[in-house]
């Protein structure tokens, strides 16, 4: 069994500054990819960025320029800083990734949502 636990979101001023953490826990043995997705309310899911194992990075549009996932591979957890954030940028903000377990199986796991709300 493998948790993902999201935490950072909140309420924030237009051009301000958030950064969430995601920590993974459980029977992992190893982590392949990480990411944050988001969803606001009466749209899907979507990608926001992903970060490899390796450290190989990708970003939608949407964010590229404002934002910054790194990991720390030795805490399995990953962050993304976002700055200069925009209220189109509200949305509840889960947590994935591609894990490897113990016992010998390997999917993706999510977390439960951090809500981020950019209002004045």
């Known amino acids: 069994q493998v948790q993902l636990v999201e935490s950072g979101g909140g309420l924030v001023q237009p051009g301000g500054s958030l950064r969430l953490s995601c920590a993974a826990s459980g029977s992992i043995l190893t982590i392949l990819a990480m990411g944050w997705y988001r969803q606001a309310p009466g749209k899907q899911r979507e990608l926001v960025s992903t970060?490899?194992?390796?450290?190989?990075?990708n970003y939608a549009d949407s964010v590229k320029g404002r934002s910054t996932i790194s990991r720390d591979n030795a805490k399995n957890t990953v962050y993304l800083q976002m700055n200069s954030l925009k209220p189109e940028d509200t949305a509840v903000y889960y947590c994935?990734?591609?894990?490897?377990?113990?016992?010998?199986?390997?999917?993706?796991?999510w977390g439960q949502g951090t809500q981020v709300t950019v209002s004045s």
């Open positions: 970060i490899t194992n390796g450290g190989s990075t």
């Open positions: 994935s990734a591609d894990v490897g377990t113990w016992a010998m199986t390997r999917r993706d796991y």
